[in-house]
């Protein structure tokens, strides 16, 4: 069992930036960040395949938005610039122990979740 950890959400004006982290107990090889906003499908935002540093990213947060990893710390953080208020929603840490390959946006495939963490961006 692998417990993460978010932290780095809050509130900021549109344009803005903001640093998510996820701390997991444990190493795996598949880390994600999903969010969902009220009354809106859950959305896989960025991923990473951490044996490599392969990163992929959905269509609205490309060229905003960077996943990186820490391996040392089992840490893995997304990178948030250029906010809008499309962006608000709450944010979702995922891990799986293997690759997950291209179902990286399939929340099915990540059997561990952290809390969640609320970001929030005003116009």
């Known amino acids: 069992q692998v417990q993460l950890v978010e932290s780095g959400g809050g509130s900021v004006q549109a344009g803005g930036s903001l640093r998510l982290s996820c701390a997991a107990s444990?190493?795996?090889?598949?880390m994600a960040w999903f969010r969902q906003a009220p009354g809106k499908e859950r959305e896989g935002v960025a991923g990473?395949?951490?044996?490599?540093?392969?990163?992929y990213y959905a269509d609205s947060v490309k060229g905003r938005f960077t996943i990186s990893q820490d391996n040392v710390k089992n840490t893995v953080y997304l990178q948030m610039n250029s906010l809008t208020p499309e962006d608000a929603a709450m944010y979702y840490c995922?891990?799986?122990?293997?690759?997950?390959?291209?179902?990286?946006?399939?929340?099915?495939?990540?059997?561990?979740w952290g809390q969640g963490t609320q970001v929030t961006v005003s116009s």
């Open positions: 995922a891990a799986a122990p293997g690759w997950v390959g291209s179902n990286w946006q399939s929340g099915t495939a990540f059997p561990y």
């Open positions: 990473i395949y951490t044996g490599g540093g392969n990163t």
């Open positions: 444990g190493y795996t090889y598949s």
